[in-house]
């Protein structure tokens, strides 16, 4: 089939925003909402046929799935086969994401309907939606690296426009910067990790980068191998710069201190941005370049893994002790983000060998799902309970009776109890950790353990806890139609999503696996799994104070976590003390002291001696008379002393 | 085609404006001015690309000669390749704006209007002529105005902004005489006499040693104007105390006289001096782009903080120059482009905001969005354009910039490359620093009150994003115009290689 069908996908969501960029507050103001949502419509229907056309009839080759370059054009030609082309790459991940994102948006621009009514900016709510919506597409469909870093750059703006979306909260305008500079200083690495790769592989197309890269006999590797920095390669470099930008995309330890304030935006906004779509970017960017880390820099693939194994260990451990219910979703995030990471860093390229590249897309894949129900879920509750503090909350089963029940699926599911979704995912990647690395796996048991006590520790203490009040008022607590219906369809899809026969489909290099479950090796980590379950059912199920008891019991632990090990800090110290008070006060001192005082000297230096030299131009005869005759004295007196 | 009519047109507007009575004849004749300016703008080039798509490879378009001063063989020779038309558009665009945005100008209107579009024909006259002697007469007229602009209609300590940047601006012009000089007496033809004539100084070879003994004068002498550091203070306080349209004239084109002077004059003519001074030249433009962007973020005052960023942005251009690589001069071209629309916008949205809150202070505003979101939006824009964003001119200039530094193969080069590229995040910070506390936040009582831009400021300001969305959404269009351009002043320097 003609794939260039795939171009309306993004253009819908962009067209929408042009029009209600342009027109929104005058003409669209209610029925903005309904317009981005028809559109994206369209777009999810077209993807889901696409990708079921590319998956089932034409996309396979002997065995194989093929990479389909379905448009590119060139956009700015730097110099002959360096240049920025704007294209629709079809493979199996893309094909992936991008029925992903329309599927997730779908649903949130949904579930807004209800839960943005009536807002002042409605219109210009939906407006940022689909520009995120067009600029994740295109992310996701970019055939060269420079587009994706375009697009890349674009979701940053559309979260930042989102998390800023209470422009008027002194916290969100706090946020939103946050985010957009965390990112942004990430974004470095990957714009010079570029320069470097795009350099030496002389061209900046995906496709071409990869052979180039991988082909150990090739000019472009042999150059960027041999020319070093530091006594490490460039190619080393390269890649570890633009880990660097998923890394703050992603949310990985360090760069991570953006995505639980990011929390400032309206709820749906996290659950699309926050939770399925946006911060997954820096992994499926590692995915796409997986064959050069895997096949030539796998120094950089250890990097990876340590890095995801610690963030996803100590965003566990962090949202154990928060209170805000969207901070302890912002933490899981970031934690089950590491997991992805942590498995693209153990696995390697091809065949069984390539376990952690599956588990990884499968876990990004049924993550989407969960997690954005979770957000969604947590937004009917605070759309009901004006708070985001679980001690407001509690007890909620029978007044949120819908949203009661699509949570606990959603918390079984990230938890991987079987049969949900989230079971299949993360059995495939502690699988692929068990064979690579036991330390690591020991990591991420752990960190399994931790993640079902966090999310029951949140059902109960939402759901749970306090003695639940019957819906006597007849006031109860689901909100409209358009907000459950999300609800139900994701929960539907998190029960469902990890029955996909997911190595069949999406491999490290596109051979269909046929992967067989191992039951003996799921037995430990669900085992581990339903201990964090039943741990949190005895502290929070009811309310009494054995929570206290138990935080008290780590002590300054306890207390450096719930501070999130004071990260922050960290930060705001070299900010604060290193940059401005040691760099840019002193910059701006010296400009207007040193730099201009100079410009000041001279120009008030020639003043002065134009000053006191003026009084010679006196216009007095008598003086300049006595001037001449001095002047005709003193010439003589020369005169005559040289001639003798 | 009769190239001139750039020159004549705003001269004319300038005669008729001389005879109007009151604000209202003197603006709608100076918005007629600058439309026709416009139209002849975009009529060039349109006959621009029919020459070119009709196979004509000459390196200057619509030419024409005049012997002006023959005992000096002064010439009054015009003509226009890529470079100077993606300029004479800036120029276009710019001009019409201020106009718009000036459309209140009661103080002096007559003088005000005459002057500003008396400024138009130095900088057309500039962009235009092929003779280092008219060129240098056009700089000049550029000059004059800017020093009455800030000295009558400015705003704070206007007397010594104005009389500094007069006087850095004539230091500046004074380097550039002697370079020209010195040019103009080492150029002896067959027959024994001398030529001011670019494209004739072009085919010949300058000496070596001529070349870098004149080449600073020229390079620092234009690089005043485009805020070279350490030669840049004249641009925070000369913009500061300027009126609205003027900031937008002297950040949008006054500063790329200067660019457009180091790019054609000193780096095409000198092209072994270009090479020698490089690493110099390297050195002062990252020096401007870091320092001028920490500088940046201590600035309290909107105008402030956009005067020092454009001292970081022109940096940009010096990088891009220095390189000396096709993608990076091609970057520094569009840089020039780019920052000149962007910073018009900026300034007309920092003015918007000031004629109704009267103050520039980013501690007095804040939550402006709500009442004036108009305003606010352009503010955000020309700030996303400022920081980089892609879909806007600003990404498009800098990746450029960027991409043809890093293939200059030197070390030293490429960390000069990287401290370029890290400006982009801490330009991310003071954007959003002042972006976050003006638009942004909660709203002031003492402005909830406030009304969103008029009819011409709308226009004003939607000419300039659209200019800036073209070039940021197709930036082939601008691309394929310069490149020709900058094709030929790589030719010369890349033969030494």
Request: proline share 3%; hydrophobic share 55%.
């Amino acid at each position: 089939m003609n794939y260039s069908i795939i171009a309306l996908i993004p253009l819908l969501p962009l067209a929408t925003f042009i029009l209600l960029g342009l027109f929104g507050r005058k003409y669209f103001q209610t029925s903005g909402g309904i317009i981005a949502t028809v559109a994206l419509l369209a777009s999810a229907i077209i993807s889901l046929y696409v990708t079921y056309h590319y998956f089932f009839i034409d996309g396979k080759v002997n065995g194989t799935y093929r990479h389909i370059t379905a448009l590119n054009y060139t956009w700015l030609e730097f110099s002959p086969g360096i240049s920025i082309d704007m294209g629709i790459l079809i493979d199996p991940i893309s094909m992936m994401m991008i029925v992903v994102v329309t599927f997730i948006s779908l649903m949130v621009h949904i579930f807004s309907l209800g839960y943005m009514k009536g807002e002042d900016r409605f219109s210009t709510y939906f407006a940022f939606l689909s520009l995120f919506t067009f600029s994740m597409l295109g992310l996701v469909l970019s055939t060269n690296i420079f587009q994706l870093y375009i697009f890349w750059e674009l979701v940053g703006l559309s979260s930042f426009l989102l998390i800023g979306y209470y422009f008027y909260k002194p916290s969100a305008v706090a946020a939103s910067k946050k985010a957009f500079i965390v990112t942004r200083f990430a974004d470095l690495g990957f714009l010079i990790g570029i320069l470097m790769l795009g350099f030496h592989a002389q061209t900046l197309d995906i496709s071409t980068l990869i052979q180039n890269l991988t082909n150990h006999q090739s000019p472009q590797f042999i150059g960027i191998t041999t020319a070093s920095f530091l006594g490490v390669s460039l190619l080393t470099w390269g890649l570890s710069l633009v880990f660097i930008g998923g890394a703050g995309k992603s949310a990985m330890f360090p760069l991570h201190i953006w995505l639980p304030d990011a929390m400032e935006g309206p709820t749906p906004v996290s659950a699309l941005i926050h939770a399925a779509t946006m911060v997954v970017a820096g992994v499926y960017l590692i995915a796409r370049l997986f064959p050069v880390y895997a096949l030539s820099a796998p120094q950089v693939l250890e990097i990876i893994m340590s890095v995801g194994a610690v963030s996803a260990l100590i965003a566990a451990i962090i949202a154990c002790t928060q209170t805000d219910i969207k901070r302890v979703l912002a933490y899981s995030t970031m934690s089950q983000i590491g997991y992805m990471m942590l498995a693209l860093g153990v696995s390697k390229y091809g065949g069984e060998d390539g376990l952690g590249y599956i588990g990884s897309m499968f876990h990004l894949f049924t993550h989407a799902f969960f997690k954005s129900l979770l957000f969604l879920g947590a937004g009917a509750v605070i759309h009901f309970i004006h708070s985001n503090e679980m001690k407001d909350m509690g007890g909620l089963r029978k007044l949120m009776p819908l949203t009661h029940i699509t949570f606990l699926i959603a918390c079984l599911a990230i938890a991987g109890i079987p049969p949900f979704a989230g079971f299949f995912s993360k059995e495939e990647i502690l699988l692929a950790a068990f064979r690579a690395n036991k330390f690591i796996y020991g990591i991420a048991l752990f960190t399994a353990g931790l993640t079902s006590f966090y999310m029951f520790r949140l059902y109960f203490s939402i759901f749970w806890n306090k003695p639940s009040t019957e819906n006597k008022t007849g006031h109860h607590g689901e909100g409209t139609w358009s907000m459950k219906i999300p609800l139900v369809v994701l929960a539907v899809c998190s029960l469902l999503a990890g029955l996909v026969p997911f190595a069949n489909y999406i491999t490290s290099d596109g051979a269909v696996l046929n992967a067989t479950n191992n039951i003996m090796f799921s037995i430990v980590p669900v085992a581990v799994s339903l201990g964090g379950i039943l741990l949190s059912a005895y502290l929070y199920k009811k309310e009494n104070d054995k929570p206290v008891r138990a935080a008290a019991l780590f002590g300054t632990f306890y207390k450096a976590a719930h501070k999130k090990f004071y990260i922050d800090e960290m930060y705001l110290f070299v900010t604060q003390r290193i940059l401005f008070n040691l760099i840019a006060r002193p910059a701006a001192w010296v400009d207007k002291n040193i730099v201009d005082g100079f410009m000041n000297l001279t120009a008030t230096t020639t003043g002065k001696v134009s000053e006191s030299i003026k009084a010679m131009q006196s216009g007095r005869l008598q003086s300049y008379a006595i001037y001449f005759f001095g002047g005709v004295i003193a010439m003589a007196a020369l005169f005559i002393y040289w001639w003798k | 085609m009769f190239l001139s009519s750039l020159i004549i047109a705003p001269l004319i507007t300038c005669v008729i404006i001389l005879f109007c009575r009151g604000l209202k004849q003197v603006r709608i004749i100076s918005l007629a001015g600058a439309i026709v300016q416009m139209i002849l703008a975009f009529i060039f080039l349109i006959q621009y690309w029919k020459e070119r798509s009709s196979g004509n490879t000459s390196a200057m378009l619509f030419e024409s000669d005049h012997t002006w001063f023959a005992a000096l063989n002064i010439h009054y020779h015009i003509g226009i390749d890529g470079i100077s038309l993606a300029m004479i558009l800036l120029t276009a665009f710019v001009v019409i704006a201020g106009v718009l945005v000036s459309w209140t100008m009661e103080k002096l209107s007559k003088e005000f209007f005459f002057l500003l579009l008396f400024l138009s024909v130095g900088a057309y006259g500039f962009f235009i002529s092929l003779d280092l002697f008219t060129l240098f007469f056009f700089l000049e007229v550029a000059v004059i105005p800017k020093f009455l602009l800030i000295g009558i209609w400015g705003s704070g300590k206007k007397e010594y902004s104005a009389m500094k940047l007069a006087l850095m601006l004539m230091g500046g012009s004074a380097l550039v005489f002697v370079g020209l000089a010195g040019l103009y007496f080492n150029t002896a033809n067959g027959n024994g006499a001398h030529t001011f004539d670019l494209l004739q100084i072009a085919q010949m070879h300058i000496p070596a040693n001529v070349q870098k003994i004149f080449f600073p004068f020229a390079f620092v002498g234009f690089g005043i104007f485009t805020a070279l550091f350490p030669f840049h203070t004249w641009v925070p306080d000369g913009h500061s105390s300027a009126p609205t349209a003027a900031s937008m004239f002297l950040a949008g084109i006054s500063m790329k006289l200067g660019g457009y002077g180091c790019l054609r004059v000193a780096t095409f003519l000198m092209p072994d001096a270009a090479h020698a001074y490089a690493p110099v030249i390297i050195l002062l433009a990252t020096i401007a782009i870091i320092y001028g962007a920490f500088a940046t973020m201590m600035q309290t005052d909107l105008k402030y903080i956009n005067a020092y960023s454009s001292v970081s942005h022109c940096g940009f251009v010096l990088l891009g120059i220095g390189m000396l690589t096709r993608t990076s001069i091609n970057g520094a071209v569009l840089q020039m482009v780019s920052h000149g629309l962007m910073t018009a916008l900026f300034f007309a949205a920092i003015g918007m905001i000031y004629s109704r809150t009267h103050t520039r202070l980013v501690a007095q505003l804040g939550g402006l969005l709500k009442v004036t979101p108009f305003i606010s939006t352009v503010f955000v824009i020309a700030g996303l354009c400022s920081l980089g964003l892609p879909g806007l001119s600003g990404f498009v200039a800098e990746m450029t910039v960027f991409m043809g530094s890093w293939q200059n193969p030197d070390k030293l080069y490429r960390l000069a490359t990287i401290l370029a590229c890290a400006s982009i995040v801490v330009t991310a910070v003071y954007i959003l620093r002042a972006a976050g506390k003006t638009v942004m936040g909660p709203l002031s009582n003492a402005y909830d009150k406030l009304t969103d831009a008029t009819w011409n400021e709308k226009i004003a300001a939607g000419l300039l994003i659209v200019a800036i969305v073209i070039i940021g959404v197709a930036p082939f269009l601008l691309y394929d115009l310069v490149k020709p351009g900058t094709e030929l002043i790589m030719n010369k320097i890349l033969i030494l290689k």
